[in-house]
């Protein structure tokens, strides 16, 4: 019979755990809040869907920053590129 080992586990071995931040703070401008917003969905996003999330939060704040204070936003088209 072997006995437990007392050894320490080596780090590969010890599950990452992640911390994730808290939600953003509201900034006040409606368009850049509701693009940070969508943060709060990476970490019930699956990993391989990571990619198209933070490119899609982007998309929404690059609209933000390229829209003429004062006007609303132009209507938001984050769907992929082949999507109908």
Known sequence: MTEPSNAPVPEAEIPAVVQWPAAATPTGDAP????????????????????????????????????EPGLPSAPSNNRPEGDS
């Open 32 to 67: 850049v809040d509701k693009a940070l917003g969508l943060l709060a969905d990476v970490a019930v996003t699956p990993v391989s869907d990571h990619g198209e999330l933070y490119a899609g939060i982007h998309d929404s704040l690059l609209e933000a920053l390229d829209a």
